[in-house]
């Protein structure tokens, strides 16, 4: 059995929570105030997420980039398949928030869509 700390990011308050686990499953979560840190903990410990923000290269627009980030959360060991995609993606202009740039990123099942608008160049 094992104790491990965690600072709750499932709200503005940062609970610092201690968790019991014995091999995969947890037993205990103590310290949360709300249960989201109850949740966050558990889904933190036996499998880890994350939403990855980034930018993307855009081809004849005001701008040279644009932000972009995955629809979901992705699953953590996939960060570094998702990053190495997003290098090698351009878009041509006009881009527009909420544009899915690839449906199924690294093969998780989840969107890149974009966070930003970038108009055709002048």
């Given at each position: 059995m094992s104790i491990k700390k965690l600072i709750c990011?499932?709200?503005p308050l940062g609970c610092e929570m201690e968790a019991e686990q014995e091999g995969t499953e947890i037993i205990s979560v103590k310290g949360n105030t709300c249960p989201r840190g109850?949740?966050?903990a558990r889904k933190e410990l036996t499998s880890p997420t994350r939403?990855?923000?980034s930018t993307?290269?855009?081809e004849g627009?005001?701008?040279h980039m644009v932000p972009v980030k995955t629809r979901q959360d992705i699953p953590k060991g996939k960060i570094f398949d998702c990053m190495e995609e997003v290098r090698k993606l351009s878009v041509t202009a006009p881009v527009h928030v909420g544009d899915v740039i690839v449906?199924?990123?690294a093969g998780t099942g989840v969107a890149l869509v974009a966070?930003?608008?970038v108009n055709v160049s002048n």
């Open positions: 990011i499932g709200c109850d949740a966050y939403i990855v923000t993307i290269r855009v627009g005001a701008r449906k199924d990123i966070t930003g608008n």
